[in-house]
T-cell receptor, first 113, second 113 residues
Framework: DVKVTQSSRYLVKRTGEKVFLECVQDMDHENMFWYRQDPGLGLRLIYFSYDVKMKEKGDIPEGYSVSREKKERFSLILESASTNQTSMYLC????????????FGSGTRLTVV | DQQVKQNSPSLSVQEGRISILNCDYTNSMFDYFLWYKKYPAEGPTFLISISSIKDKNEDGRFTVFLNKSAKHLSLHIVPSQPGDSAVYFCAASFTGTASKLTFGTGTRLQVTL
């Protein structure tokens, strides 16, 4: 069963901490994405990557960075966590022109206190 | 600027009736549209899609209609079932941008007995 795996379902971090969210896919997809989901705002794109070592800013990249050293793994980094980064984070992967769009992970609920 | 909008945050429908979820977009360059369904504590899953060369696509109980002149799409679910209760996101993309999706804000559908 093909899937996208996010390493943590729930995380609680303190303000100012450096936070790593990990995502691994086993479908050999070229594209990987990080979104955050907030009530009333839907899914907003943080960063995406079309290939290993490549990254592109999405709509809300401020306060985040990413790393893609291997094709199957895409990490989201919160350099210095803040309370306004409390959110549901969703990782997804896709083929370049996949008709079904994305395959999503189950999400990581991050709370910054 | 929200390029994809779902103006109804929630919708309640009786079991067996039709559910109609609406989505509007502002960018006429979008040419591929998708609907995703999301249960709590799970990632969104692909439901149905439509290319801009079509105005209708059906898959079982689900039909998506596209009105390009109005920049409007809708998802019809007939008949609605309790298991359809979820948050529904519409999404849009430009062909040739490696399937980067722009999502709407979501509509929570509640199917009542």
């Amino acid at each position: 069963d093909v899937k996208v795996t996010q390493s943590s379902r729930y995380l609680v971090k303190r303000t100012g901490e450096k936070v790593f969210l990990e995502c691994v896919q086993d479908m050999d997809h070229e594209n990987m994405f990080w979104y955050r989901q907030d009530p009333g705002l839907g899914l907003r794109l943080i960063y995406f990557s079309y290939d290993v070592k490549m990254k592109e800013k999405g709509d809300i990249p401020e306060g985040y960075s990413v790393s893609r050293e291997k094709k199957e793994r895409f990490s989201l980094i919160l350099e210095s966590a803040s309370t306004n980064q409390t959110s549901m984070y969703l990782c997804a992967s896709s083929l370049p022109q996949g008709p079904h769009g994305y395959t999503f992970g189950s999400g990581t609920r991050l709370t910054v206190v | 600027d929200q390029q994809v909008k779902q103006n109804s945050p929630s919708l309640s429908v009786q079991e067996g009736r039709i559910s109609i979820l609406n989505c509007d977009y502002t960018n006429s360059m979008f040419d591929y549209f998708l609907w995703y369904k999301k249960y709590p504590a799970e990632g969104p899953t692909f439901l149905i899609s439509i290319s801009s060369i079509k105005d209708k696509n059906e898959d079982g109980r689900f039909t998506v209609f596209l009105n390009k002149s109005a920049k409007h799409l809708s998802l019809h679910i007939v008949p609605s079932q309790p298991g359809d209760s979820a948050v529904y996101f519409c999404a849009a993309s430009f062909t040739g941008t490696a399937s980067k999706l722009t999502f709407g804000t979501g509509t929570r559908l509640q199917v009542t007995l």
